[in-house]
C-alpha cells in the first residue's frame, strides 16, 4: 500500500437479522413481491388448507357429524392399514408396477432424446418429436379405449397377427401375467415423447466446444456420448430420478383405473384405485384418508432419501 493512501473498508457479514433484511427487500422492491400474492394465495387455499382433513384419519368420521364432533380413535385406522391382507397385496402391486415403470420407462427418454440429438435432418428431427410427444395430450379414457381395441380377442389388431402366425390369442386386459406388461407399455407410448423434451433442453446446457476437443483427441461417438454428454445431463437425470421416487407409491392411478377389471385385481390393484373404491365405494374415508397418508409420508421420505443419497455419492441433489 501506498504511502498515505487511504484504506478501503472491507464489507464483513450481514448482521441484520434474516427477518429485517427480508422486510428491507420487501420495502425496495414492493412491486416484485406483490406478484407473489396470487400464487401465495392459491397454494394456502388449495394446499395448505385441505390439510386440515388429514385429521380424519385420526377420528371415526362421519359426513353428518363433521370434522369437529366425528370421536377420535387414535391409530385405530392405521392399525387396520397394517393388518389388512388386502392392503398388503395393493401395496405389493404398487411396488412391482412403480419399478417396472421406473426400471422400463426411466431410461427410456433418455435413449430417445440421445438419438434425436445425433440426427442432423432438422425436419425428420422435427418430424419425429411431434410424433413422439402428442400422445401426451390424450387422455387415459382415450388412449384405454385405443389399446383395448389394439388388444381385443374380438378383431384387435394384435390377436389378428398372433392368429396369422397359428399362435394362440391372448387375452391381454383378463390375463394376470400379461396385464401388467400392457400398464407399462401404454404409458411408455403415452409419456415417452413429453419427458424426452427436458432431455433435449437439457443438452444445451453442453459445451459444443468440449466435443471439439474431444474429437480433435481421437475420441468417437461412443467416448463422447460417456464422458461429455452423459455427465453434462446428469444433474437433470438426477432431478428427474429423485422427482420419479416421490411419486413410486403413485404408479399411474388414473391410468389403472380406466384399464383395469376385477378380473385382474390381484396384479393390478394399486394404493390409489383401492382409495379410490374403500373410499367413495364403501364410503370408509377415515380409513382411505390413513392409506393417503401413510402413501404421502412414504413418498416424501424416499424424496429425502434420495436426494440425500444423491449428495452424498454423486455430489449433486435438488436443494
Known amino acids: 500500500m501506498k504511502p498515505g493512501s487511504k484504506k478501503l473498508p472491507v464489507p464483513g457479514p450481514n448482521r441484520r437479522g434474516y427477518f429485517p433484511s427480508l422486510w428491507s427487500d420487501i420495502w425496495k422492491e414492493w412491486d416484485l413481491y406483490l406478484l407473489l400474492v396470487p400464487g401465495i394465495l392459491f397454494i394456502l387455499l388449495f394446499k395448505y388448507t385441505p390439510m386440515y382433513g388429514i385429521t380424519i384419519a385420526f377420528k371415526d368420521f362421519n359426513i353428518f357429524t363433521g370434522f369437529a364432533d ?14 389388512s391382507p388386502d392392503f398388503a397385496l395393493v401395496f405389493q402391486n404398487t411396488v412391482i408396477i412403480s419399478l417396472l415403470k421406473i426400471i422400463i420407462l426411466f431410461p427410456l427418454p433418455i435413449i430417445v432424446a440421445l438419438m434425436l440429438n445425433e440426427m442432423k435432418n432438422m425436419m425428420i428431427k422435427r418430424s419425429v418429436q411431434t410424433v413422439i410427444y402428442l400422445p401426451h395430450f390424450l387422455s387415459w379414457v382415450i388412449v384405454s ?17 398372433l392368429v396369422s402366425l397359428n ?9 394376470n401375467s400379461v396385464f401388467r406388461s ?6 411408455g407410448w403415452k409419456e415417452t415423447g413429453w419427458s424426452t423434451i427436458v432431455y433435449l433442453a437439457a443438452f444445451s446446457m453442453v459445451d459444443p466446444s468440449l466435443y471439439e476437443a474431444a474429437k480433435i483427441d481421437g475420441a468417437g461417438k461412443w467416448k463422447q456420448l460417456w464422458h461429455i454428454t452423459l455427465p453434462g445431463i446428469a444433474p437433470i437425470i438426477i432431478l428427474m430420478f429423485i422427482l420419479r421416487l416421490g411419486s413410486i407409491l403413485e404408479a399411474g392411478t388414473e391410468q389403472i383405473l380406466v384399464m383395469y377389471n376385477p378380473v385382474v385385481y390381484k396384479v393390478s390393484d394399486v394404493i390409489g384405485t383401492y382409495v379410490y373404491r374403500q373410499g367413495l365405494g364403501n364410503q370408509d374415508y377415515s380409513f382411505t384418508t390413513a392409506v393417503g ?18 449428495k452424498k455419492y454423486l455430489q449433486r441433489g435438488i436443494w
Not at 293 to 310: C, D, K, R
Open 293 to 310: 397418508l401413510f402413501e404421502a409420508v412414504i413418498s416424501f421420505t424416499l424424496v429425502i432419501v434420495g436426494n440425500t443419497l444423491s
Open 145 to 161: 379405449g385405443l389399446f383395448i381395441d389394439l388388444l381385443s380377442t374380438n378383431g384387435g389388431l394384435v390377436n389378428k397377427l
Open 70 to 83: 366425528s370421536p377420535w380413535v387414535g391409530w385405530k385406522h392405521f392399525e387396520k392399514l397394517f393388518t
Open 182 to 187: 400392457v400398464l407399462v407399455t401404454s404409458a
Open 167 to 175: 399362435l394362440e390369442p391372448v387375452a391381454f386386459f383378463l390375463d
